[in-house]
């Protein structure tokens, strides 16, 4: 385990203390990032603290243990975050290519941004999950975290069998969806 899992620990326990040491520490090296690349300082602002909230999700869900300094894995973060959004707004260039932004000299900086990526996807079907009708929502939300579909057949007074064909019907929709979003180029895991 890396000295900086420390850091995680605060986000992971909302520690008020804790995270104003994060942004003490590296919001004025995240903000001038964002800056010399385009940004505003907002701009640098927004994406530590989504950046933030992403880790915290991380943590939170799948107990990730940090194998480099926290600062190298949080400047990872923000670059991929700004270049997405970039990417979004469509301003191609940026001030310095993406390996001059930040070089991060370690074999583990392949496994963190594979972890970003999928934090990045799993919001971005999120996402689209909210743009479904209300019903398909709530059977997928709650197939996604109950175990026994019968009961949940039973508190929304449908059968089992109606349960299942409609959770396959919005599941359909949403892959659908995913499939059409540019952030996933038509590969979808599900």
């Known amino acids: 385990m890396h000295v900086d899992q420390r850091y995680l620990a605060y986000l992971k326990n909302n520690d008020r203390m804790g995270i104003d040491k994060i942004y003490k520490n590296y919001a004025k090296k995240i903000v001038a990032m964002i800056v010399y690349n385009s940004g505003t300082e907002d701009d640098g602002y927004d994406i530590l603290q989504e950046a933030l909230v992403d880790i915290y999700y991380m943590v939170k869900d799948k107990d990730f243990q940090l194998t480099t300094s926290f600062e190298n894995f949080l400047l990872m973060v923000c670059k991929r975050k700004w270049l997405n959004a970039l990417k979004k707004k469509q301003q191609i260039q940026?001030?310095?290519?993406?390996?001059?932004?930040?070089?991060?000299?370690?074999?583990?900086?392949?496994?963190?941004?594979?972890?970003?990526?999928?934090?990045?996807?799993?919001?971005?079907?999120?996402?689209?999950?909210?743009?479904?009708?209300?019903?398909?929502?709530?059977?997928?939300?709650?197939?996604?975290?109950?175990?026994?579909?019968?009961?949940?057949a039973e508190s929304l007074g449908i059968t089992y069998a109606y349960l299942r064909k409609k959770k396959s019907e919005c599941m359909a929709n949403l892959i659908s969806k995913v499939?059409?979003?540019?952030?996933?180029?038509?590969?979808?895991?599900?």
Do not use: W
């Open 179 to 190: 499939k059409a979003h540019p952030y996933f180029n038509g590969d979808v895991d599900f």
């Open 94 to 152: 940026v001030t310095k290519s993406t390996e001059d932004l930040f070089h991060i000299e370690d074999e583990s900086a392949k496994e963190i941004a594979e972890s970003v990526q999928q934090v990045e996807k799993e919001n971005t079907v999120m996402q689209l999950l909210d743009t479904l009708g209300e019903r398909c929502q709530e059977i997928i939300r709650r197939c996604m975290t109950e175990k026994h579909q019968e009961q949940i």
